[in-house]
């Protein structure tokens, strides 16, 4: 597998990363976090994505169903 992204920021402002064909700003100073999401932010929501991508994968291989996750 590979991965590729592109990350830039803006002194004193925010920054954004490109994946595939999104853009996802983000918060880099005090000011510039309040309402994108901050790295921190961003950090667990890609670990909760890795958790419902391998919750949606185990139910096709293990022959379960859900309804949701929260």
């Avoid at 590729?4 to 402002?13: G, L, Q, Y």
């Avoid at 000011?31 to 961003?42: H, K, Q, R, Y």
């Amino acid at each position: 597998m590979e991965y590729e992204i592109k990350a830039s920021s803006t002194a004193k402002n925010g920054a954004i990363i490109s994946v595939k064909q999104n853009v996802i700003d983000f918060g880099i100073t005090s000011d510039s976090e309040a309402v994108p999401p901050n790295p921190a932010e961003l950090f667990l929501g890609s670990f909760a994505a890795c958790i419902l991508k391998n919750i949606e994968r185990f139910s096709n291989l293990m022959k379960f169903t859900y309804s949701g996750v929260c």
